[in-house]
């Protein structure tokens, strides 16, 4: 008899590590849209919030082929993490502090229909900590190497030795993944909150080229809000934040993360020609 090759233990090494993840790994039914998702505590299912449909009711199917309800506990579009919560208890997957290395092999484990599917790839980017285009704040920019159909957004990602480093989701032109701290983080707020605190100006901004650089003009102002309370105005011109100049609307949005809630910071305007300060504390942004 034959020792077994490299190749042949790598394939039972990998079949094993995917059949240790497959019983926490979960289908997300939700309005003519579905994911994966992992069961993160013992009711509490994570997905990807951009998987998941805005409307309509939500079921989970499991990989015994049982099949509950769920409700949304939370969804942070910024980080693109959604919390479910499901009837009974089920046995939750254990996740890893670890990020993997540049180059080392990812298994992704998914599920349509409740069935358990595999991808394999390869980590093509391990970086330091991250904001995405929507303003979250990512622990560690990770892209893998691999395709992914959509209902296998939200599956778990796990390295060679079978631990789970984050959430796969679809990023624009490549496959990223959630890491584990950012979901720990933000899922861990969605259960006792049911949402992410989010700055707030309280302004309606458009952008607008001016002879030294790039502005923005406040389009509309909340009554309520904390720049009405500092003094801004309706057609003043934000120049600049804190002393740095506006590198555009987007960059401003970007950083009215959760840590800017309660703290103040100084914008300089132009109205009606002249250069004015205005110290505003920022906001939370209130519920849409």
């Keep these: 008899m034959t020792e077994p090759n490299i190749l042949s233990s790598l394939s039972s090494a990998l079949a094993e590590t995917i059949a240790r993840a497959a019983p926490a790994i979960v289908s997300v039914h939700s309005h003519r849209a579905r994911a994966s998702g992992f069961v993160w505590k013992a009711s509490l299912i994570v997905t990807a919030d951009e998987a998941l449909a805005d409307e309509g009711e939500i079921e989970i199917q499991f990989a015994d082929g049982s099949r509950r309800p769920a409700t949304v506990v939370g969804r942070d579009h910024t980080t693109d993490v959604a919390l479910l919560r499901v009837e009974g208890d089920v046995a939750p997957v254990k996740l890893s502090t670890g990020s993997p290395a540049l180059g080392s ?37 990770i892209e893998l190497d691999v395709r992914l159909r959509g209902s296998q957004q939200g599956g778990l990602a796990l390295d060679a030795s079978g631990e789970a480093f984050g959430m796969a989701v679809l990023g624009p032109r490549r496959v990223l993944v959630i890491p584990t701290a950012t979901i720990e983080r933000v899922a861990g707020q969605l259960e006792k909150r049911g949402r992410i605190a989010r700055g707030y100006l309280g302004l309606g901004l458009q952008p607008v080229r001016l002879d030294d650089g790039i502005g923005a003009m406040v389009m509309n102002v909340d ?50 020609g002249e250069p004015l300060n205005f110290k505003v504390t920022v906001g939370e942004r209130p519920e849409t």
């Design 105 to 141: 092999l990812a298994v992704i484990v998914a599920a349509d229909r409740g069935a358990p599917t595999a991808r394999l790839g390869m980590v093509a980017l391990s970086g330091p900590a991250w904001r995405s285009l929507r303003g979250g704040d990512i622990d560690a920019r």
């Design 223 to 272: 009554k309520a809000g904390p720049s009405a309370a500092a003094g801004i105005r309706q057609g003043d011109v934000i120049v600049a934040v804190n002393d740095q100049s506006l590198s555009g609307v987007r960059a401003l949005s970007r950083g009215l993360g959760p840590q800017s809630v309660g703290t103040v910071v100084e914008l300089t305007v132009h109205r009606g």
